[in-house]
């Protein structure tokens, strides 16, 4: 018999697994969009090594850091997608160059 982990209501947790691991260099250029990657996943797991502001948006369509969610360097985030299929576009903080890890969960 195992004992799965349990949630602040009592519910068995879910456990989900890595998959797609993509890495996004972060440039030193703040206020400059750096490469997008193209998520098929509903979950998300970041981490970088800079902070970053992550946008979320559907392909085409232009980011700025008004509509992007910070996350602070080292920190890992699972971040559920509004709508599979999205693109995701990093901005940097700073001037600090820096790379961010991304795989998708499921």
């Given amino acids: ?3 799965m ?3 602040a209501n ?3 947790t ?3 697994g890595a998959n797609a691991p993509q890495t996004i260099t972060v440039n030193g250029s703040a206020g400059a969009a750096t490469a997008s990657a ?3 996943s509903d979950i998300v797991r970041v981490n ?3 902070d970053t502001f992550i946008m979320f948006s559907v392909p085409g369509t232009a980011v700025t850091a008004s509509t992007g969610h910070f996350l602070k360097a080292g920190v890992q985030y699972d971040i559920p997608l509004p709508q599979g299929g999205m ?3 990093v901005l940097a903080v700073g001037v600090t160059a820096g790379t961010m890890y991304l ?3 499921g």
Avoid: H, N, R
């Fill in 1 to 3: 018999m195992s004992i």
């Fill in 5 to 7: 982990k349990l949630d």
């Fill in 10 to 12: 009592g519910f068995p």
């Fill in 14 to 16: 879910q456990l989900l």
């Fill in 38 to 40: 193209i998520i098929t």
């Fill in 48 to 50: 970088a090594t800079v």
């Fill in 87 to 89: 693109k995701a576009s």
């Fill in 103 to 105: 795989s998708e969960l």
